[in-house]
């Protein structure tokens, strides 16, 4: 009997119990699914002021505060005069007003022509450094600027630093340790150079780092995570012998380990490439939090400065997002959030898990003033078909959806070339 009556004591605490766990549980998911969609929810950027394309863009949180930059560029009717040194910052902080871009003093150039296009911006500490970019004049003709200024958002100021060794455009700048800032071959003048170039920002000394090992490029992209770096396609040059010199795509990637000891010292390996199929002038950034490197938009057909193919055809933009994964060696392929692709991009910035460009081209090479999000860390893309991928592509689960996944361990294809380019730069 007693041992009943326990029993029956117990059942009724466990019932009154019950109404206050649902409660306490229905909270709590309340409170979980709110701060999971307060994190997810893209961030609406104002656009720019001005249409422009193939802009260096950096930027670097300060107290809290974002900086967010876009230096130079082309205008949106594509000639030799709408290269141009104009620079803009949009600074994201808590508070409620509405985001504003602000005009900064324009970019200074040693050279006569002062706006320049190809240069690229890294954000190191609490400041941004410029690097080179070329300019072009009413007969075409470019020159590669050695130029390199630090710009101070606390100071408004640009500081004219150490100029580069070798002057280079259409390079890609990648940051190690806060503090070095690596420039991945690039054009210089009259052609590729296969160099690394490294600034130290604390001495603000130049060195040269272990060669690039693929061939000489312009117009690629990388990104950085940690110690490993990771550099894509891009344009190559090609001899003839019965004609002058051309340009083609460049279908190659490159792993990148930087020595903890030397940083001079970079171990290059090829990868096996995500699609068989270089693009040119893609955005790209690594990622920490996820230990990933991204590589976004960018054209299948290099092309001049307006747009217009070396075969003399209109480019236009991909939409495939690749996604390496460092520590599966593996590439993801998926599509961009955003409404069109785009092209013509210097780099790929991260804003609270949300990754955008910064104007660019569209559609028809129509130059946009629009900041686009194209995909957010904490859920992946649609996947394209695989009849848009290699054939040696497998699908996996990512984050519940699916991806397609290029296995990166196999040997490195050959250099895939798709037509003969008669045009040069």
């Known amino acids: ?39 997810a929810a893209p961030i609406a950027l104002p656009a720019l002021p001005e249409p422009v394309s193939n802009n260096a863009v950096a930027s670097v949180t300060i107290d809290d505060k974002r900086y967010v930059f876009s230096f130079m560029g082309l205008g949106e009717d594509k000639t030799y005069k709408d290269v141009h040194n104009r620079a803009w910052l949009l600074v994201i902080n808590n508070n409620d007003k509405p985001l504003q871009w602000q005009a900064l003093p324009p970019v200074p150039s ?8 190809a240069s690229v911006a890294a954000g190191v500490k609490d400041s941004v450094y410029i690097f080179g970019g070329y300019t072009v004049d009413e007969t075409h003709n470019e020159i590669s600027t050695p130029d390199v200024y630090k710009y101070s958002p606390t100071t408004t100021k640009y500081e004219l630093l150490a100029p580069m060794p ?5 390079a890609s700048a990648l940051v190690y340790q806060n503090r070095y800032v690596y420039l991945v071959s690039g054009w210089h003048n009259d052609g590729n ?23 000489p490029v312009f117009g690629h992209a990388g990104g950085i995570v940690n110690s490993t770096m990771v550099i894509c396609d891009g344009v190559s040059v090609i001899p003839h012998s019965d004609k002058r010199r051309s340009f083609a795509p460049e279908t190659a990637c490159f792993k990148g380990v930087i020595d903890e000891q030397n940083p001079l010292k ?18 790209a950034a ?24 070396y075969n003399g055809k209109p480019s236009t933009a991909d939409g495939a997002i690749w996604t390496f994964d460092i520590a599966k060696e ?3 392929i998926s599509k961009t959030e955003a409404e069109a692709p785009t092209m013509d991009h210097r780099g790929l910035i991260d804003i609270n898990g949300t990754w955008i460009t910064i104007g660019g081209m569209l559609g028809a090479q129509h130059v946009t003033s629009k900041v686009i999000s194209h995909f957010s860390t904490l859920a992946e893309g649609p996947c394209l078909s695989k009849s848009q991928a290699r054939s040696d592509v497998s699908k996996q689960p990512s984050d519940g959806q699916a991806v397609e996944v290029v296995k990166s361990k196999v040997p490195t294809p050959k250099r895939h070339i798709r037509s003969k380019i008669n045009s040069e730069i």
């Open 166 to 170: 070798v002057p280079v455009d259409d």
């Open 266 to 283: 970079i171990d290059w390996r090829t990868l096996q490439h995500p699609t068989g199929t270089a693009r040119y002038r893609m955005a």
């Open 330 to 332: 593996t590439w993801a």
């Open 1 to 39: 009997m007693l041992l009943k009556k326990l029993r029956t004591i117990a059942l009724h605490i466990f019932q009154s119990a019950i109404p206050r766990l649902s409660f306490v549980v229905a909270a709590f998911i309340i409170a979980s699914a709110a701060t999971v969609s307060a994190v």
């Open 110 to 117: 040693s050279l006569m022509l002062k706006g320049r296009l």
């Open 193 to 215: 150079v296969n160099l690394v170039q490294v600034y130290d920002t604390q001495t603000g000394q130049w060195q040269q780092a272990s060669p690039f090992l693929g061939n």
């Open 286 to 309: 690594g990622d920490e939090a996820t230990n990933k490197i991204y590589f976004v938009g960018g054209s299948t057909n290099p092309y001049n400065y307006n747009g217009i193919g």
